[in-house]
Nanobody, 119 residues
């Protein structure tokens, strides 16, 4: 059973930084894509960034390119999202997700962590 647990959310001022972490367990994740999604109040969940766990290839939403960095620590089975130059529009619940490389949909989700950017 795959388990994903996010941490690192909180309240930060505009222009500040936060680092989210997603601790993964239950599988060997070498054939997985790990990703971050977010959902703001009254909005649909949206893709933020993804990481091919074995190849290291990354992908970002246009809205976060140049500000956010996704990375992984294989030894700790932990994925990170470094968020810099935060804006009020980044306020959302951030979710960690995982899927097999061959699949399209994400099968596993964390419980989410709140990020609030105050102006």
């Amino acid at each position: 059973q795959v388990q994903l647990v996010e941490s690192g959310g909180g309240l930060v001022q505009v222009g500040g930084s936060l680092r989210l972490a997603c601790s993964a367990s239950g599988r060997t994740f070498s054939n997985y894509v790990m990703a971050w999604f977010r959902q703001a109040p009254a909005k649909e969940r949206e893709f933020v960034a993804a990481l091919n766990w074995s190849g290291g290839v990354t992908r970002y939403a246009d809205s976060v390119k140049g500000r956010f960095t996704i990375s992984g620590d294989n030894a700790k089975d932990t994925m990170y999202l470094q968020m810099n130059s935060l804006k009020p529009g980044d306020t959302a619940v951030y979710y960690c997700a995982a899927r097999l490389l061959r699949d399209r949909g994400y099968d596993y989700w964390g419980q989410g962590t709140q990020v609030t950017v105050s102006s």
